[in-house]
C-alpha cells in the first residue's frame, strides 16, 4: 500500500493541486496556458505551514527540483478528449518553469489546462493544511469531493439570483452509500494492499480524523456508510462558492499567449473561502504523483 503513514502527502500532488486551483475562473477556458509566479517564501509557508522553518533556501530548492522532475514526466500526463473537436492527448498541465535562487526571488509556475476544464467540486479551504500532515486524509479530501458532488441532489443554490452560491444539503438520502472498497479507495486509490481488512481500517482512521476535525461526518453503519458535510452551517458556507468568485490560493498573474511581464504576486493570507476545484473528473493520471 502506497500510505506514506504518518507523513504529508507528496509533495508533487500538493503542487499540482495548488497550482489549477489558483487559475482564476476566466481563464479556466484559456487555450493557452497561464503563468504565475510566487516567492519561495510564501510558497514554502504555505507548503509547509507548520514546519516551514526546516526548509533553508538549498533544501527548498532541491526539493522544488525533485517536484519539477516528477511534474516534467509524462507518467503525470492527463489524457484528454475533446468531443467538440474531436481531437485528443495527454497533456502535462502542471509544470515549475523558474525557480528563484533566494527566498524573495520567485518561482514561475505554468498550468495548462486541457480542454472541457470548468468549474466543478469544491474542497475545504483548510486542503492544503492536511496535504503537510496527512496524506490519507488529504486524499479523502479530494476523492470525497468527487464522490459526493451531484449538483440537485446533493447541492442546491440559494441566495438571490444576483447572489447566490450552492451548499450542501444534510439530508442523508441525498449521499451515495459506499461499501468498504469505496472507503478504502477513498484515502488510498493506489493501494495494492491483500489484506483488505486492514486496508478498510486504516481508510476508516483517516475519515475518523477528519470528522474530529468538524471536516464531516460519517453516518450509517459498515457496508452502507454516507458521508455528509458538517453540522457546522458557517462552515458549510465556507465550503460551498460554486457559482461565486473566490479568493484564489495564488494571485495569479495571467497572460494570454505571451511572456509574463508583471510583479511577482504572493499568496493571500487569510483566505478562507473554498477552493474550486478546475476540472471535472479526478484523473488516475494523478495517481503517479500520489
Not at 526548509?55 to 527540483?65: A, M, Q, S, V
Not at 461565486?244 to 495571467?254: G, L
Request: charged share 25%; hydrophobic share 35%.
Amino acid at each position: 500500500m502506497t500510505t506514506n503513514r504518518g507523513g504529508g502527502a507528496p509533495l508533487a500532488l500538493r503542487l499540482w493541486v495548488e497550482a489549477i486551483l489558483s487559475v482564476p475562473m476566466e481563464e479556466r477556458d484559456n487555450p493557452h496556458p497561464v503563468s504565475m509566479e510566487v516567492d519561495l517564501r510564501t510558497m514554502r509557508k504555505r507548503l509547509w505551514p507548520k514546519s516551514w522553518r526546516g526548509y533553508n533556501t538549498d533544501r527548498l530548492r532541491r526539493t522544488l527540483e525533485e517536484v519539477s522532475t516528477a511534474l516534467d514526466s509524462w507518467e503525470a500526463a492527463w489524457p484528454w478528449h475533446d468531443p467538440t473537436s474531436g481531437q485528443s492527448g495527454a497533456r502535462r498541465i502542471v509544470l515549475i518553469s523558474d525557480i528563484g535562487t533566494s527566498l524573495d526571488d520567485v518561482m514561475r509556475i505554468i498550468v495548462d489546462l486541457p480542454p472541457g476544464a470548468s468549474t466543478g467540486p469544491q474542497v475545504p479551504s483548510t486542503l492544503g493544511e492536511w496535504g503537510a500532515k496527512h496524506a490519507a486524509a488529504y486524499r479523502a479530501l479530494l476523492n470525497l469531493a468527487f464522490q459526493c458532488y451531484e449538483p440537485g441532489r446533493t447541492h442546491m443554490p440559494v441566495g438571490s439570483p444576483n447572489d447566490r452560491h450552492w451548499i450542501r444539503v444534510h439530508d442523508p438520502s441525498r449521499y451515495p452509500e459506499l461499501d468498504e472498497q469505496v472507503i478504502i479507495d477513498l484515502a488510498y486509490p493506489t493501494t495494492k494492499d491483500s489484506n483488505q481488512r486492514r486496508a478498510f481500517q486504516e481508510a476508516m482512521n483517516a475519515l475518523k480524523t477528519l470528522e474530529q476535525a468538524g471536516e464531516l461526518r460519517l453516518h450509517g453503519k459498515r457496508g452502507n456508510w454516507r458521508i455528509l458535510p458538517p453540522a457546522d452551517e458557517a462552515h458549510i458556507e465556507a465550503y460551498i462558492h460554486a457559482t461565486e468568485p473566490y479568493t484564489h490560493a495564488i494571485e495569479a498573474s495571467a497572460t494570454r499567449n505571451r511572456s509574463v511581464q508583471q510583479p511577482r504576486e504572493k499568496l493571500r493570507r487569510g483566505a478562507t473561502e473554498a477552493y474550486i476545484y478546475a476540472i471535472e473528473g479526478y484523473s488516475k493520471a494523478v495517481r503517479s504523483l500520489i
